[in-house]
């Protein structure tokens, strides 16, 4: 067991009416919902890291709940991705460590979500701006809703914190018309189409 | 409506810790902002009622929605302050028309009073730059405590015909605040400033 020590919880929605093109009557709410925290492991190599994946899981339940709420309830959720970013005293692996809390997190709170949680983590200090990737939750292969949300905070992470987030969007991009898969044809059997 | 808008954000912070003791309950500051369509872009005009009135309409807009993130009453709110940051191919006095004439009443009643002046600030800048938003105690001016501030950003906004105009509240002032000066609840609120 490690100590879970928040600093920060941050929330941010977009509400995107249009971007040049037709006006959404309804509008695409993308949003991410993050938390600063300490890192147990920073300072130093610890080769046993794996126990705070446990720890992180309540986190990842509240943060999932919250996003979900925000965008106006879990069956609205249509895309999402999760995202790390390691300050200066850490590794990139101790972002690693929020793929499963994250993910299995967004998962249980949507329900029954069946594609791979896009994600992207890095090392960064204060300030630093995180792209977090995002796909249908059903079926990967689905083109109008790729898509990204930027993420961070001018004061973190500091070098000895961790910063992970969440993402979820409503809906495809506000004027998506690239072909694909699209999301009525999907099968969502396998999480890819 | 007569502002034109392409998106809108909003941004919750709560802080937990801070200098290493825990803060509880959490400190929180709420951001609402709108990326608008300047109608003055790229041209001098004298009359900026247009951008007047839209400034009167976000106050309304972006107050409600900054409070509503709280979830708090509007009498509840401690503090407040507004910004705008114009694309490159407009004016700052296109932001002091949307901030300064009719903003303020609106905004007024979305926080309860309001009897300090809202701080403010304004810049002209371009996509992902950061606005920092002033935060001063909304109905005393000087109490220290809440001077304070919030920063926020688009990365993709403004662009150079748009004007992203953002209102933050808070229900609280700094986390371990502790240079003196007068206290929230000290403050009598009457002339706005103690």
């Known amino acids: ?193 | 409506m007569k502002a034109r808008i392409r998106k809108i954000g909003v941004w919750i912070e709560e802080t937990h810790a801070e200098g290493g003791r825990a803060i509880n309950p959490p400190t929180r500051k709420a951001v609402a902002a709108a990326v608008i369509e300047n109608p003055y872009a790229g041209q001098y005009v004298e009359d900026l009622s247009v951008l007047i009135d839209i400034g009167a309409e976000l106050g309304g807009l972006l107050g409600k929605k900054a409070v509503a993130a709280l979830g708090i009453a509007p009498h509840e709110v401690q503090s407040y302050g507004k910004a705008a940051m114009v694309g490159e191919n407009g004016e700052l006095e296109h932001a002091a028309a949307l901030l300064h004439p009719k903003m303020g009443a609106p905004l007024r009643l979305a926080v309860d009073k309001g009897a300090a002046l809202v701080p403010s600030s304004k810049k002209r800048g371009g996509m992902g730059q950061d606005l920092d938003i002033p935060l001063g105690h909304k109905d005393a001016a000087y109490v220290r405590s809440h001077f304070d501030g919030v920063e926020i950003r688009f990365n993709d906004a403004p662009r150079a015909n748009e004007i992203l105009v953002a209102i933050a509240v808070t229900d609280s002032g700094r986390p371990l605040a502790r240079v003196g000066g007068l206290r929230h609840d000290e403050a009598g609120g009457k002339d706005g400033l103690r």
């Open chain 1, 1 to 193: 067991m490690f100590e879970l020590e928040i600093r920060k919880i941050a929330l941010n929605v977009e509400e995107i009416y249009h971007e040049g093109g037709p006006v959404a009557e309804t509008p695409l709410l993308r949003g991410a919902c993050f938390a600063v925290i300490s890192n147990p492991f920073a300072g130093r190599f610890v080769p046993e890291i794996q126990g705070f994946m446990d720890d992180l899981r309540p986190l990842g339940i509240d943060l999932a709940s919250r996003l979900a709420v925000a965008l106006g309830g879990a069956d609205k959720i249509e895309g999402y991705g999760k995202g790390a970013l390691v300050g200066a005293a850490g590794e990139v692996e101790h972002g690693a460590l929020w793929h499963a809390p994250g993910g299995y997190a967004m998962r249980e709170v949507i329900g029954g979500a069946k594609a791979i949680v896009p994600s992207a983590k890095k090392v960064g200090g204060p300030g630093t701006r995180l792209d977090v990737p995002i796909t249908h939750i059903n079926a990967s292969y689905v083109r109008s809703h790729f898509d990204s949300m930027e993420v961070g905070l001018n004061d973190a992470p500091r070098a000895d914190e961790l910063l992970f987030a969440l993402v979820m969007t409503t809906g495809p991009r506000i004027h998506a018309r690239s072909g694909g898969l699209e999301a009525w044809g999907i099968k969502g059997e396998d999480g890819l189409r």
